[in-house]
């Protein structure tokens, strides 16, 4: 058998020397991290099957931590241990990733039993058959009583067969509730369909939402299959109902009566299976009122009706998902930022966030980003109603000159990863292409500066010659 290697992330000594007896008794190589970074960098660079993670050590960003590698190849299973286990939260873990949640003191037979489990997965996978490992799961992050009981109810009515409508402005996270439901649902094991019904013209939706047949129209060279078919066993998400036309609410109409779809050019009608889960950040009863929706159509989707508030009515929730924000993009951007000073706080505590939760996670990256310091200043949050209207010292050497440039006026809208990316030419630029020293003006190794290059090399294919 191969080398087994295990990293521990336990800052207790006790609790750390109790774990490397059991792993050196059963002949595993044992590794040590006592922060999430350390963690994070070793599970990149190492080639371990397990880790065992202490949750007193690692707190809110255990989260963070489960997260991050879940997008990794070939990333280690984890188990999480801790003083103070509770159902709630062991619940909320392994819906984060974890592989199991164990009591202090482990016992050595638990993790003699944990890793004899992740031995056999792995030898399933080299001998052809892919083990069970769990999808990433989806997790609401709040504090907000209302909150809570919302998810309350969601996880009530999630495993069952009934249409769900969800309301609420831009940004509230209509998509994530979506993705959740579907998560908590018999059909997790299936297709999660997403389809925007604003995006595309109205013969495009049709097409992409019921298919068509071969020669159905000009161009249509084969026979595709659309999206209720390909979610058939799942979920299928209508992002934007509100913005379907009349037409295509009679066709979705009978998918929901009938269960079964019509391609365009078929001769015949085909059977799907599909959950429908709707979303709307309209008042749909006025649409209905006015005869641009359908009444019955709006019953048959509103089975579950589900109303998410806006950020601005769980204020609450802002502390909270800034700090959450704030350790996850220090973590995938390799800062060091820990938080908000309390000028800044003060500053996105008395904000609206006409964006929501989605405006507030933007905000945040970018102040990750921006900040020179362990704590974000009111100036790294570069709020709309900033006087200044020029981005100046992002970065500073060390005789004090910053690297400046003017903001467009499309800058605070623009997604975080294009402020990003400008930013990083921006600062090449200035320094003739020397990756080394435009790492160090931005904060970042040259690691990551090669990493991020190469990004978008893969996704815009030729970058700007520097």
């Known amino acids: 058998m191969s080398r087994v290697e295990i990293l521990i992330v336990e800052d207790n000594h006790k609790e750390r020397s109790l774990i490397l007896r059991y792993l050196e008794d059963i002949g595993a190589y044992p590794s040590f991290a006592s922060d999430v970074s350390e963690a994070l960098e070793k599970v990149r660079t190492g080639n371990f099957c397990l880790v065992i993670l202490s949750y007193e050590t690692l707190g809110l960003q255990t989260h963070i931590f489960l997260d991050a590698i879940s997008v990794m190849d070939s990333a280690p299973r984890t188990v999480i241990t801790s003083n103070t286990p509770s159902v709630e939260t062991a619940v909320a873990l392994i819906k984060a990733g974890a592989m199991d949640f164990l009591a202090k003191p482990v016992q050595r037979d638990s993790i003699k039993a944990v890793l004899d489990l992740v031995l056999e997965q792995k030898i399933d996978k080299l001998d052809g058959s892919e083990p069970q490992r769990p999808s990433k799961k989806i997790e609401i992050i709040t504090r907000d009583k209302g909150m809570e009981k919302l998810i309350a109810l969601v996880d009530q009515v999630a495993d069952s067969t009934a249409s769900v409508l969800i309301n609420g402005e831009s940004g509230t996270g209509k998509e994530v509730f979506a993705r959740y439901i579907h998560d908590k649902s018999s059909r997790r094991k299936k297709a999660f369909v997403a ?3 604003a995006a595309l013209p ?7 939402l019921f298919g068509y047949e071969k020669g159905a129209f000009t161009g249509a060279a084969a026979r595709k299959p659309g999206k209720f078919e390909i979610a058939s066993g799942g979920t299928i998400l209508l992002d934007e109902i509100t913005e379907m036309q009349p037409h295509l609410q009679s066709k979705l109409l009978r998918v929901i009566q009938e269960r079964e779809i019509d391609r365009i050019g078929g001769i015949a009608p085909v059977p799907v299976d599909v959950r429908i889960i709707a979303t709307t950040n309209r008042d749909i009863r006025a649409s209905v009122d006015s005869g641009s929706f359908r009444d019955d159509l709006f019953y048959r ?5 589900l109303n998410i508030p806006s950020l601005r009515k769980r204020a609450g929730d802002i502390p909270f998902l800034a700090e959450f924000f704030i350790q996850k993009y220090s973590l995938i951007d390799g800062r060091r930022v820990k938080g908000l000073t309390d000028a800044a706080l003060s500053r996105i505590c008395a904000y609206e966030f006409p964006g929501n939760v989605r405006e507030l996670e933007n905000m945040m990256h970018r102040a990750v980003l921006l900040a020179k310091a362990e704590l974000i200043k009111p100036v790294d949050l570069m709020m709309e109603d900033d006087e200044d209207d020029e981005f100046k010292e992002i970065v500073k050497t060390g005789d004090q000159q910053a690297v400046s440039f003017s903001i467009p006026e499309d800058f605070y809208s623009a997604p975080l990863r294009d402020v990003e990316r400008q930013m990083i030419f921006h ?5 003739q292409g020397n990756r080394t ?6 904060g970042i190794s040259v690691r990551t500066l090669r990493n991020k290059l190469n990004e978008y090399r893969e996704e815009f294919g030729d970058i700007p010659d520097i």
């Open 202 to 208: 109205e013969s495009l939706l049709e097409s992409e």
């Open 301 to 305: 989707l509103s089975t579950i009706p």
């Open 437 to 442: 020293h435009a790492a160090k003006l931005l």
């Open 427 to 431: 600062t090449l630029e200035k320094t």
């Open 195 to 197: 389809v925007n019904c």
